[in-house]
């Protein structure tokens, strides 16, 4: 977990600003199961926020092999989001995130969207 000048938490898997790269992207497999837990302390009290991040297979995306891996809070209360992480590269394809879509649109390799699914 890293921290910002003024305190703030950039733990990246959240952090919609960061999404092109995650080191937990270089685990991810068709059986990537992982359960993530931030901590947030404040005067003696604490609260501890699970993610799970769950694979679900392999798909082709903009012509490329990519892991789906689904990010959620576990309970349904919050916003689950679906990722595409490049299987080669390691890199985020497309993120949809309810109300949010993110998709890489230039890279050093090739990129298909119009013959892409998604």
């Known amino acids: 977990m890293l921290y910002g000048e003024s305190g703030e938490v950039n733990a990246n898997y959240g952090n919609r600003s960061i999404l092109l790269f995650s080191p937990w992207m270089l685990a991810a ?10 901590i947030y302390s404040a005067k003696g009290m604490e ?15 903009a012509g490329r092999e990519a892991y789906e891996i689904d990010v959620s809070d576990g309970d349904g209360g919050g916003m689950a989001s679906r990722f595409f992480i490049d299987a080669e590269k390691r890199v985020l394809l497309l993120a949809d995130m309810g109300n949010l879509t993110v998709r890489m649109e230039s890279a050093p390799f090739g990129l298909d969207w119009e013959g892409a699914q998604n």
């Open 47 to 61: 609260m501890a926020v699970p993610t799970y991040f769950a694979s679900k297979g392999k798909k082709r995306v």
């Open 29 to 38: 497999s068709e059986n990537f199961s992982w359960k993530v837990e931030t």
